[in-house]
Each structure stands twice: as C-alpha cells, then as structure tokens.
C-alpha cells in the first residue's frame, strides 16, 4: 500500500475531535441521569411518582427539543455556534443542579406533596431546563458534522459513525462510576460538578479542535443570494411527493410508533430499574475487603462501600459497558449469518429486537421471588435482565437508523430523523408516565406490562413486515 492510499484510509483528524467531545457530553449527560431518581427522592424528599414522571418528562424533552436546536442550525447560527450554545447552557445547567444539592429542602414542606417552589426546587427546574434547551442544541448537530468530514459515497463513513458510537457509550460508561460514586458517597452536588467540569472539557476541545472539522452549512452559503426563496422553494418541495415516497413516509412513521413503546420500557433502566435496584437488591459485594483490610476507616471510600454495598448509581454503566463488548460479537453474528445466507432482514431485526427487550423482563420475576423469600434479591438477575436488553437494543437501535437513512427521500430524511428522534420524546414521556403506576400495580404487575407492550411492537412488526420491505426496496430503487 502506497503513502497516498495508507492516508486516504485513514480517518481525519475531525474524527476525534467530535469523538472526545461526544464522549464527555455524554458522561456529563449520563453522569447527570444516573443521579437524578435517587436525588429527587432522597434530597428533594419527592414521592416515586413525582420522580417519575419529572424524569420522563425531562430525558423525553431533551430528544424534543432536538428538532428545534437542529431547525436553529440549518436556519442561522450553522452547527458549531449552535453546539458551543448548547454545552455552554448545559454546563451552566450542571453547576445550577449543584448548587440546587447543596441547599436543603424543608421536610415539612416536602411532606405536603406538592410543589413549594422551595429555593432548591426552583433552582432544580432552573437547571432542568437549562439542561434540556442545552442538550436539544448540542445533540443534533455534533453527529451531523461526522459525515461533513468524508467527501460523498466515501466507504469510511459507516466505520467513523461506528467509532463516534463507540464515544457516545464511553462516556455513558465512565459517567455513573464517577458522578454516581461522587454523588452516593460525597454528596449529590459533587456529582453535578463532576458533570458540568465534563462537558466543560468537551467544550474545550470541542473550540481548540474547530480548524480540524469542516464549515458548517450556513458559513457555506453565506454569500448565495436569495436565500429566502431557496429556502420557500424547499418548502414546497418537502411537501409534495409522490406515492412512493408517500409510503415510505408512512412506514416510517409506523415504525416510529411502534418505537415509543420500546423506549418507554427501555428507559426504565433510568427510573423504575433503577430505584428497584436501589431498594430491593442486596449489593453487598465488596465485604471480603474487611478480611483483606481489617483496620480500614469507616469514613474513607472503602469504608462506605463494604458498609453501603455497591453504590446504587453504578447500575447505570451496566447498559453502556454491554453495548461496548457486545457490538462486535453482534456484528460478527450478523456476518456469519451472512455468509449462510441466514441473516434476518432488517424488518426482522426490529421485530427480534422488540422482543428481546419484553423477554429481558422476564428475569425480574425470579427476582422478585427471591426478594420475597429473602428480603432482598440478587443483583445479578437486574444485570442479567440488561444484558438481554441490551442484545435487543443493537438490533433496534442502530438497525432502525438505518432503515430511516435508506428508506426516506434524500430531500425529506432530516425531516423524517426528527420524525424518528421524536419517538423517543414519546417513549421517555410514556417511561415517566407508566413509572408512576409501579408501586400501584405491583411488582409483578409492572414487570409483565414491561414484558407484553415490547413483545406486541414486535408482532405488530412481524405483521406488517411485507408492507415494511417492499416499501424500503422501492424506496432505494428510486433513489439509484
């Protein structure tokens, strides 16, 4: 191999520059949600219900608000003074939440059950919405620059998204295993410094990397002339198709119906899982480090961690470390599969992967009987149950990207991604909102809700799997 091709098949520096800044706005992000349950009920003395339903509404509001920061870029500000705006209004959001922790709630006042509009509770809603405003500018536009980086039809595009994937995930991992332990251990407003001081060095990166990445949109055309009417004329256009495109818009939109159900039960990892592993497992799995260290200080972290068990916050990197060991077994599955002629299509992945989130549920019906026998249940049967979320999570999370970037029109398919995006702004309301009935239907109740809703998107995917496909196959011939 020659110089020129060693250089022509590597990726650009650009790449790591949004991957080190994805993968810090994700640890703040994550690192900022794996608290956020337990700090409502244990700072702001919030019941389970309120909690849940505030977290719905906010991780759902977070995707919402995604459209709007995306609208913003394209519009005026172009992609980088928008993510610059939306990391500065996070990390200010942070710092809001930690100054929130450090200012006691009244109990009698938390005891009434209603808003107080206490000095912290508005201070948390400051930065609440912050945070959302924040992340709705952020989110759409750093993934949108990957691909402004490769020159058009270039094979390295699906290998550099695969590799920004790999930042987003990095940075969920390490965010629970330092925010969380900051947080459980030293204090809630530990926790949302460690975050806000993470996107701030996203930030940093992010300004001092900006001559690597390339010019956004709106520095493009800032000398075309008439952009009013280029834009009218879009407009028009994005509105009128015709009846293939029409389809394909429709079975678009089908599949984004079916995807609030799957992020309403996914998210429970954040909200109802979380607080059932806070609660009702037994996470005393670092005892045998009395033996080892018999004259330990009660005060100092390993004090806390044989005494308290595994901080609850960690539960959160379980997700996140799953998908990073588990995508390349998926991937060479699928290979394999591949060369048997055996590999399913991608309507069936969606379907399998719907399916696979209700049956991870399944695994917390043992523990709920073990908890019954013995007070408390194993950790390992939530962990498991994740671990079968997460395999149904790689067949339907990347796979129905996919399935939206080959089957929408080029001239329509941001829209139609705000379509998709705006799923998981109802799934994370519906999360929220089915969170608050957990205690009212009861343990097992719940967790058969979270096993039958997936299983029947699932069904419902296999029944309209040959409207799917031929759609989608139309859908690419007409583009070629």
Not at 5 to 33: C, D, K, N, Q
Not at 100 to 106: E, N, R
Request: charged letters at 15%; glycine letters at 8%; one cysteine or more.
């Amino acid at each position: 191999m020659t110089r020129a091709e060693v250089r022509a098949s590597r990726h650009p520096i650009g790449l790591a520059v949004l991957f080190l800044t994805e993968m810090w706005e994700r640890f703040s992000y994550y690192g900022m949600r794996s608290m956020l349950v337990y700090f409502m009920t244990s700072h702001l003395l919030f019941k389970q219900e309120t909690a849940s339903n505030i977290y719905g509404t906010y991780t759902g509001l977070v995707y919402f608000t995604g459209i709007f920061g995306g609208w913003l870029a394209d519009c005026y500000f172009g992609q980088r003074r928008t993510v610059v705006l939306g990391g500065a209004l996070m990390a200010v959001g942070q710092f809001v939440l930690a100054y929130a922790a450090s200012v006691t709630q009244d109990p009698a006042v938390a005891a009434t059950g209603t808003w107080s509009f206490s000095l912290t509770e508005i201070l948390f809603i400051t930065g609440l919405a912050l945070l959302v405003f924040g992340s709705g500018f952020f989110k759409p536009n750093i993934s949108t620059q990957v691909k402004s980086l490769y020159p058009p039809n270039d094979p390295r595009v699906d290998s550099a998204f695969s590799i920004f994937y790999v930042g987003i995930n990095a940075g969920a991992l390490i965010a629970p295993l330092i925010c969380g332990t900051l947080g459980e251990l030293y204090g809630w407003k530990y926790g949302f410094l460690a975050a806000g001081l993470g996107i701030v060095l996203g930030l940093i990166i992010y300004l001092f990397g900006q001559r690597f990445l390339e010019e956004d949109r709106v520095t493009q055309r800032k000398h075309q002339t008439a952009q009013k009417d280029l834009q009218r004329k879009s407009w028009r256009e994005l509105f009128s198709f015709n009846r293939k495109e029409g389809a394909a818009i429709v079975a678009i939109v089908i599949l984004a119906a079916f995807n609030v159900v799957n992020w309403a039960v996914y998210e429970q990892q954040g909200n109802v899982m979380a607080v059932w592993f806070n609660e009702c497992t037994d996470r005393h799995i670092f005892n045998w480090l009395a033996s080892i260290f018999p004259h330990y200080d009660p005060q100092s972290w390993m004090g806390k961690l044989i005494a308290d068990g595994m901080p609850a916050t960690w539960f959160q990197a379980v997700n996140p470390f799953f998908i990073l060991t588990l995508t390349p077994v998926v991937i060479w599955f699928w290979r394999w599969q591949n060369k048997r002629q055996q590999e399913p299509t991608t309507i069936c992945k969606l379907g399998l992967g719907c399916i696979m989130f209700g049956l991870s549920y399944v695994f917390m019906f043992f523990a709920c009987h073990e908890r019954e026998v013995y007070g408390l249940a194993s950790l390992w049967w939530p962990i498991l149950s994740t671990f079968v979320l997460t395999v149904g999570e790689l067949y339907l999370s990347p796979v129905g990207l996919s399935f939206v970037s080959k089957t929408a029109p080029p001239r329509m398919i941001s829209t139609l991604m705000g379509i998709w995006l705006l799923s998981s702004f109802g799934g994370n309301w519906l999360c929220g909102y089915i969170g608050a009935y957990w205690k009212r239907l009861g343990d097992y109740n719940f967790f058969a809700l979270m096993v039958i809703l997936p299983v029947l998107a699932g069904v419902g995917i296999f029944i309209m799997r040959q409207f799917l496909e031929r759609t989608s196959m139309l859908a690419q011939e007409e583009q070629k």
